[in-house]
């Protein structure tokens, strides 16, 4: 049995999560930009400055 390559891996600008290629990514692997639909409406929100987590929440 032969090993599987290591999947292509990219960083979400919104999250600064490190995610991989997907099938369905195929054919636009190279337009692909942010991991989630989630992450890309949220895009202008609350931006990680240092690749941390953005905090989401509003503030109470």
Same mark, same amino acid.
């Given at each position: 049995?032969?090993?599987? +390559?290591?999947?292509?891996? !990219?960083?979400?600008?919104? %999250?600064?999560?490190?995610? @991989?290629? &997907?099938? !369905?990514?195929? #054919? %636009?692997?190279?337009? =692909? =930009?942010? %991991?989630? *639909? &989630? %992450? /890309?409406?949220?895009? #202008?929100?609350? /931006?990680? @400055?240092?690749?941390?987590?953005? *905090?989401?929440? +509003?503030? &109470?």
């Amino acid at each position: 049995m032969t090993a599987k +390559k290591p999947l292509p891996q !990219k960083t979400c600008p919104t %999250c600064g999560r490190p995610f @991989s290629w &997907r099938k !369905k990514w195929q #054919n %636009c692997w190279d337009e =692909v =930009v942010h %991991c989630s *639909e &989630r %992450c /890309r409406r949220n895009r #202008n929100r609350n /931006r990680a @400055s240092d690749g941390d987590r953005a *905090e989401l929440r +509003k503030p &109470r």
